[in-house]
T-cell receptor
Framework: GQSLEQPSEVTAVEGAIVQINCTYQTSGFYGLSWYQQHDGGAPTFLSYNALDGLEETGRFSSFLSRSDSYGYLLLQELQMKDSASYFCAVRGNLDFNKFYFGSGTKLNVKP | DVKVTQSSRYLVKRTGEKVFLECVQDMDHENMFWYRQDPGLGLRLIYFSYDVKMKEKGDIPEGYSVSREKKERFSLILESASTNQTSMYLC????????????FGPGTRLTVT
């Protein structure tokens, strides 16, 4: 089976840097993705890591360590609009078309 | 612009009613998914389809069925709605093969009374 763990809530101030961690246990592994969801909105894709290391996209970066079954999303220069829930997701290697999501981390950005 | 639409944003139904949730995507995606989202539980996969008339069960298929008669449309059916099916339902689609990006619809907030 698949299980993903991430913190339920994180609070940070505007302009700061915040890291949201995700640890996973999967029967197979085919990459770690991150999604953002604002209250009342649809999840939107942020990033994907298939290999170890850091992927940077503007203010957001995502990191993966396959040996540790661990990844994180790094948000820099936080803005109020970054207040949202962030989900990590894995794609099973055995059931290739299925995606499994963590329970989400609610990020509160304060002025 | 990529678009996934769902038939209703809010729906209120009575226990025992048959409920249809419709999802349409305009991206010619092979894969389509139905999730439910509950506080503290994240997104849980109900069913997905990788082709017309093809479907596979997700993690929580009990009490649900699906239909995919056309590539762009994927329907979720609650045969006899129950109060424990009150939830947010999200439809998503993606290309087949190596794509790891799913596109989500706005969701349907279903309340069963």
């Amino acid at each position: 089976g698949q299980s993903l763990e991430q913190p339920s809530e994180v609070t940070a101030v505007e302009g700061a840097i915040v890291q949201i961690n995700c640890t996973y246990q999967t029967s197979g592994f085919y990459g770690l993705s991150w999604y953002q969801q604002h209250d009342g909105g649809a999840p939107t894709f942020l990033s994907y890591n298939a290999l170890d290391g850091l992927e940077e996209t503007g203010r957001f970066s995502s990191f993966l360590s396959r040996s540790d079954s661990y990844g994180y999303l790094l948000l820099q220069e936080l803005q109020m609009k970054d207040s949202a829930s962030y989900f990590c997701a894995v794609r099973g290697n055995l059931d290739f078309n299925k995606f499994y999501f963590g329970s989400g981390t609610k990020l509160n950005v304060k002025p | 612009d990529v678009k996934v639409t769902q038939s209703s944003r809010y729906l209120v139904k009575r226990t025992g009613e048959k409920v249809f949730l419709e999802c349409v995507q305009d991206m010619d995606h092979e894969n389509m998914f139905w999730y439910r989202q509950d506080p503290g539980l994240g997104l849980r996969l109900i069913y997905f389809s990788y082709d017309v008339k093809m479907k596979e069960k997700g993690d929580i298929p009990e009490g649900y069925s699906v239909s995919r008669e056309k590539k762009e449309r994927f329907s979720l059916i609650l045969e006899s709605a129950s109060t424990n099916q009150t939830s947010m339902y999200l439809c998503a689609s993606s290309f087949a093969g190596g794509s790891n990006e799913q596109y989500f619809g706005p969701g349907t907030r279903l309340t069963v009374t």
